[in-house]
């Protein structure tokens, strides 16, 4: 689909995903660009990476996610169209993960979307992409997000 097409017919395209979730894996701190495109039209937003909330990863703690998930600062805080309404932590927030566990450590953030009065929930999820998009807490998927230039990241060529 092209982005022409997305934003041409935004508002029809997006009604097919509305009430559903969004599944991104390996997304490091890159969440501001599938919250601004989608909400308020999918309310549950996945956002997973193994190395958050793992003291001293290279990978997040140039941005100061390797903390526990209880410090964090609200995602959404200094943005208009959202209030904070509950923060939730579940599961180790130190412990090590493996990837073939579904075990993860979920930061979970629920706003009102105040444009459009509805819920959306954030969740950052430090674990392995493929035991969370199998889990049974996905529930309906509505976009698996993944922009071009995370294809083989992280892999030697």
Same mark, same amino acid.
């Given at each position: 689909?092209?982005?022409?097409?997305?934003?041409?017919?935004?508002?029809?395209?997006?009604?097919?995903?509305?009430?559903?979730?969004?599944?991104?894996?390996?997304?490091?701190?890159?969440?501001?660009?599938?919250?601004?495109?989608?909400?308020?039209?999918?309310?549950?937003?996945?956002?997973?990476?193994?190395?958050?909330?793992?003291?001293?990863?290279?990978?997040?703690?140039?941005?100061?996610?390797?903390?526990?998930?209880?410090?964090?600062?609200?995602?959404?805080?200094?943005?208009?169209?959202?209030?904070? $309404?509950?923060?939730?932590?579940?599961?180790?927030?130190?412990?090590? $993960?493996?990837?073939?566990?579904?075990?993860?450590?979920?930061?979970?953030?629920?706003?009102?979307?105040?444009?459009?009065?509805?819920?959306?929930?954030?969740?950052?999820?430090?674990?392995?992409?493929?035991?969370?998009?199998?889990?049974?807490?996905?529930?309906?998927?509505?976009?698996?997000?993944?922009?071009?230039?995370?294809?083989?990241?992280?892999?030697?060529?």
């Amino acid at each position: 689909m092209s982005d022409e097409l997305i934003f041409n017919h935004r508002e029809e395209v997006l009604q097919v995903i509305n009430n559903t979730r969004l599944f991104y894996p390996c997304c490091g701190r890159d969440l501001m660009t599938p919250i601004s495109l989608f909400s308020p039209y999918v309310d549950d937003f996945w956002f997973i990476d193994r190395s958050y909330y793992v003291r001293g990863s290279q990978d997040t703690s140039s941005y100061g996610w390797d903390r526990p998930p209880r410090y964090m600062t609200p995602l959404l805080e200094n943005d208009d169209d959202y209030r904070l $309404i509950q923060v939730d932590v579940e599961g180790d927030e130190r412990g090590n $993960i493996n990837p073939e566990s579904s075990e993860m450590c979920i930061l979970t953030e629920s706003y009102l979307h105040v444009p459009s009065e509805k819920t959306v929930m954030i969740r950052r999820c430090r674990g392995y992409a493929i035991p969370v998009f199998h889990s049974s807490r996905l529930g309906q998927l509505g976009v698996f997000f993944l922009p071009w230039g995370q294809r083989g990241r992280g892999r030697k060529r």
